[in-house]
């Protein structure tokens, strides 16, 4: 489109007659920046003007502007001013401004309180990501490492819908437990990782699931396994406080694959 | 003269701006009567086009400060706060057909020539008549069915039943036309 088609919508948006999108597109345009028609929409308005002064001079009633000042004085008048005409107003006022100002205090404190809980909650947050983003970080070391064991851990009788992995390092007694769909430890209770050599289990750690039957545990400096290596992990539910040995129903288990040299 | 009258105008509304009443009385009584002409001219009713007098110059009172030298002089903002005012009246007021048939009943230009205390007022409306006179009748009817009846660019080519874009392009060339008519006369240039 060329520009001469803006020149004429500025003439008729001067005369108050553009309808539809092309208003709103000229307005736009307008909006936009653009001299030229800034220009020519004010030198097609003053022309437009000239319409209005072809008419046959009229004056309005002088009670108009009587009316129209007396407004004007009303809506200038400071509030002070008011006060020994309107007392009855004034009280009003008064109670309305002491209202508002108890509204402002309790406001002002809500807002200060809503502000120290939603603090709270961003340092809570932060944390958590801080733990979540360590953890990750854990995970993708242990996955980096050429070393590293993965051991599928199905779901035993208890939970057969359960499942988990184990990333193990053998050689730094070091690994990863990662599980889902566990249902969560009954009160005083709590998720014990085995770790099964020749010599029997060895106590691994203890964890609790999330809400969505989620859990992670990570291992380190575990107890060497007695002779030879660790052939099997298992997940049981053992007492809150742990034990040396397992005593509870078994959830998870898995075999490291007897081809790998663990 | 016309000139100081304008850029006064300007120091009128900054001052009205600034709460100065004095300066907004000024304001209205020179312009008073130029708007209600036209409130009168669009409305119909004397007593509708004193409401709408008060309306606008409340309405100038209250936001002076918005007023932009730039897009014209402090008339043509007045005008076009009335216009604006009045054209929202006339559509939701008038049961259409009948409000716009009594509109177009009376005389595109009526030939009163009252006294005026206003400022060269007369010399001007006489001057703009005549340049109104040079245009066709056709121009005249687009100019009058859209500044003072309040139809847009669609109602007015449905009501002469042509097409849009001839109706644009008329109105195009009848401001043009209008533009050079009072430039030539002298009363078309008027400070920002």
């Not at chain 1, 779901?155 to 390092?169: D, I, K, N």
């Not at chain 2, 409401?51 to 606008?56: F, K, M, P, T």
Request: hydrophobic letters at 45%; aromatic letters at 6%; charged letters at 25%.
């Amino acid at each position: 489109m060329t520009h001469d088609a803006w020149l004429e919508r500025a003439d008729v948006y001067a005369l108050g007659a553009l309808d539809g999108e092309e208003r709103a597109w000229f307005e736009e345009h307008l909006s936009a920046g653009c001299s030229q028609c800034e220009e020519r929409l004010a030198a097609s308005r003053e022309a437009a003007a000239w319409l209005a002064r072809s008419l046959p001079t009229e004056v309005p009633s002088a009670e108009v502007k009587r009316r129209l000042f007396a407004r004007i004085a009303r809506e200038a008048t400071p509030p002070i001013e008011r006060r020994r005409s309107a007392l009855s107003w004034s009280r009003v006022a008064g109670a309305v401004a002491a209202m508002a100002a108890v509204l402002v205090v309790g406001f002002l404190a809500w807002d200060a309180w809503t502000m120290r809980r939603l603090i709270g909650e961003r340092d809570t947050e932060i944390r958590t990501l801080q733990e979540e983003k360590a953890r990750r970080k854990e995970v993708y070391w242990l996955l980096e490492n050429p070393q590293v064991l993965t051991i599928a851990l199905a779901g035993q009788a208890p939970s057969p819908g359960a499942a988990g992995r184990f990333l193990w390092l053998p050689d730094e007694r070091r690994g990863l437990l990662l599980t889902r769909g566990l249902p969560e430890a009954p009160a005083g209770k709590a998720y014990a990782l085995w770790a099964i050599g020749s010599d029997g289990p060895v106590p691994a750690g203890l964890f609790s699931v999330d809400r969505m039957g989620r859990a992670q545990l990570a291992v380190s400096e575990l107890a060497a396994p007695g002779s030879g290596r660790f052939r099997q992990f298992a997940v049981t539910l053992e007492p809150a406080a742990g034990g040396p040995l397992p005593t509870g129903p078994m959830h998870l288990a898995g075999f490291v694959d007897a081809k790998e040299p663990a | 003269m016309r000139t100081d009258v304008a850029e006064d105008s300007v120091q009128l509304i900054e001052a009205s701006a600034l709460g100065d009443r004095r300066a907004f009385e000024r304001l209205y009584d020179r312009f008073a009567g130029l708007v209600f002409a036209l409130a009168l001219r669009m409305l119909g009713a004397r007593t509708d086009a004193e409401d709408l007098v008060q309306e606008v110059f409340l309405q100038a009172w209250r936001r002076a400060e918005s007023y932009q030298p730039a897009r014209g002089t402090p008339e043509a903002w007045l005008l076009t706060i009335a216009r604006s005012r009045a054209v929202d009246r006339l559509r939701s007021s008038r049961s259409t057909r009948d409000g716009l048939e009594r509109l177009h009943a009376r005389p595109a230009v009526p030939p009163a020539e009252p006294a005026s205390h206003l400022i060269s007022r007369e010399e001007d409306g006489l001057a703009v008549r005549s340049a109104l006179n040079h245009l066709s009748e056709e121009q005249r009817r687009v100019l009058e069915l859209s500044y003072f009846d309040g139809l847009t660019q669609s109602e007015i080519a449905a009501r002469l039943g042509e097409p849009l874009g001839t109706i644009k392009t008329r109105i195009r060339l009848s401001l043009e036309r209008l533009r050079r008519l009072l430039g030539a006369a002298g009363i078309g240039k008027v400070a920002p």
